[in-house]
């Protein structure tokens, strides 16, 4: 016997006479089909039915609903569950019992939007776990498909920790729980969090009451802000200060620790009520001034780098923890009130000097000027009375300018030492900030650390030669530079000025003299001492007519050489008085 043939078994019921004979009962088609169809369930389009699952494979779901064909349905419809079975009951809508190609034609996803909304709500009224498929991101958050709803799930209740790689949900399928349900819009808000804050909230409250200031304890870097760490000490979080991170100063906590890092920390202090727990992480080390080196004293040079910058000074940190204040004072030798900023700048490496040390107050300050030598204390050497040096202005004041010849060391030109022939009303006219000066030294107040400078006195007084040129009589051109109210200033040759008073400047033909104009003007009195010299321009013409009339009245008084002579002693001595008389008046007029 084959191995086809060994297992087959007749009919037990067959009638083998009837079939010999040709007597087996005849049974219509019509009458077969009946039969048939009542043993079928009827099937009504455009309803939901429960079909029983025949098969499933990755394209498509084959379900069985009682009919004379089975319907096939995209296994895409069945994502959120993706334990399903053969032998499991589903929801299923009838489309079409008999399409062209007579096959029954069922829908999974059109079910169960047929009663999503209604299980939706009592969902969220009994509080049910209810499961979805995360489908995509969205903005905020996810996209699940629940019931085939359409729900958000919200970031921040993905879970108790924050999520950095959304993309690792997608596709899942996760428990949830409805939360929010915006019946207008037909919103739906899920949380898989919510599903595990009961339980987490009675985990805090154990954890928090076992707490104790002082304690160390195991976390795992959970979020990394600008302000600080936040540390998953196992269902609670507290925060670790970015001032208790390091005893050195932090500008990143990036710097320090790392996402998902383990660390021990130490409990600083925690709120029960408010569920803060405050943590130290530098509080692990001992601090950097208890590991100071005990010989460092005043007067010591360090090195390190600068950390902090204000306009008042720069914190150097020499070690990790151990900072060091140089004032904005101790920068520089100069006195000028500057910033910081102009002298370092953060992360300069730089060395210092000791000034002051307190290890009880943990305090240091420091300077940078005490590496080069106090000008000031050589201030004669370097810079005698008479030498002659190049500085550079820095400010003015009504009575002077100030300058600088090097960092540190100062002088005063003041302003009657500018220029021996201009009268300068301010500084500005003569020079201006920044500008490069010659001076000269005329006194060192060391006391004050200032030096007395001045710059007219770089060249020979001019006024011993103003002094015979312009004698008292002389006359000379000169130019109407500027009208006041009491008069005119006067260029001269060789930049010397005069001045003239309103009355000396009517002109021969009555009218005054204005700005601009160039005229002869008569020195009617000059002061070496107080280098000032005094013009008249009407004097010029005044003068020789005055002195024609005076001429004219001589000649008139001089006797007629026909006149007979006096014979009479006494009479003739009174007229040689008279005579004498007339001639010391007429010097006396010409000294006018």
Excluded at 89 to 99: F, I, L, P, R, S
Excluded at 155 to 175: A, C, L, N, W
Excluded at 259 to 281: M, P, S, T, Y
Excluded at 428 to 436: H, K, L, M, N, R
Aim: aromatic share 6%; hydrophobic share 40%.
């Amino acid at each position: 016997m084959s191995e086809l043939t060994k297992n087959v078994q007749p009919l037990q019921d067959f009638d083998w006479d009837q079939f010999e004979n040709g007597t087996t009962v005849n049974v219509s088609k019509e009458e077969l089909d009946k039969a048939y169809d009542e043993t079928l369930n009827k099937v009504s389009e455009h309803q939901v039915v429960d079909g029983t699952v025949i098969s499933v494979d990755k394209k498509e779901v084959v379900v069985n609903i009682g009919y004379k064909s089975d319907g096939i349905i995209p296994a895409s419809e069945f994502r959120y569950n993706p334990d399903l079975k053969a032998g499991d009951t589903v929801e299923v809508y009838v489309e079409n019992a008999e399409d062209k190609k007579g096959q029954l034609v069922l829908s999974h996803k059109k079910a169960r939007m047929s009663k999503s909304w209604e299980r939706v709500n009592a969902a969220l009224d009994a509080q049910e776990i209810i499961q979805g498929y995360i489908k995509c991101r969205t903005k905020g958050g996810m996209i699940v498909d629940v019931f085939g709803i359409e729900a958000f799930l919200p970031g921040s209740q993905i879970d108790v920790h924050p999520i950095r790689d959304y993309d690792q949900f997608v596709g899942k399928t996760m428990e949830f729980k409805v939360v929010k349900i915006n019946q207008e819009f037909r919103n739906v808000v899920v949380s898989h969090k919510a599903l595990i804050e009961a339980e987490l909230e009675a985990q805090k409250q154990e954890i928090i009451g076992k707490l104790e200031k002082g304690q160390i304890l195991e976390g795992v870097v959970k979020n990394i802000t600008s302000y600080g760490v936040f540390v998953d000490l196992g269902g609670v979080d507290g925060l670790i200060h970015i001032t208790d991170l390091s005893w050195g100063r932090v500008d990143d906590p990036h710097k320090v620790v790392e996402l998902d890092q383990k660390i021990n920390v130490v409990i600083l202090d925690f709120d029960e009520e408010k569920k803060r727990i405050a943590l130290g992480l530098k509080q692990l080390t001992p601090h950097p001034w208890d590991a100071l080196d005990a010989d460092l004293k005043v007067g010591d040079h360090v090195k390190g780098k600068v950390v902090v910058i204000a306009d008042y000074g720069a914190f150097v940190e020499i070690q990790p923890g151990v900072e060091g204040l140089i004032h904005v004072s101790e920068m520089s030798w100069s006195q000028h009130l500057r910033s910081a900023q102009e002298f370092l700048k953060v992360g300069d490496e730089i060395e210092a000097v000791i000034l002051t040390l307190d290890r009880d107050e943990r305090k240091m300050s420091l300077g940078i000027k005490q590496l080069k030598e106090d000008p000031w204390e050589a201030i004669e050497v370097k810079y005698p009375v008479g030498s002659k040096h190049a500085a550079r202005v820095r400010n003015f004041t009504n009575f002077g300018v100030f300058v600088e010849l090097e960092e540190g060391v100062d002088g005063l030109i003041h302003i009657s030492d500018l220029s021996w022939t201009k009268k300068v009303k301010h500084p500005s006219e003569f020079t201006q900030v920044g500008a490069e000066i010659d001076v000269i030294v005329l006194d060192i107040d060391k006391e004050n650390r200032r030096l007395s400078l001045g710059h007219k006195q770089l060249e020979e007084n001019p006024w011993d030669v103003f002094e015979e040129k312009y004698t008292v009589g002389s006359i000379h051109e000169g130019k109407i530079t500027e009208l006041l109210e009491k008069g005119a200033v006067v260029s001269l040759a060789e930049n010397v000025e005069g001045f003239a008073t309103p009355k000396h400047l009517q002109k021969e033909d009555g009218s005054q003299a204005q700005a601009g104009e160039v005229l002869p003007f008569k020195v009617i009195e000059f002061n070496k001492d107080s280098k000032r010299i005094i013009l008249s321009h009407s004097r010029t013409f005044e003068d020789p007519q005055r002195e024609e009339k005076k001429a004219a009245a001589k000649k008139a008084r001089a006797p007629k050489a026909d006149a007979p002579k006096i014979e009479n002693v006494a009479a003739s001595t009174t007229l040689g008085d008279i005579d004498v008389l007339a001639q010391l008046k007429a010097q006396m007029e010409k000294g006018e």
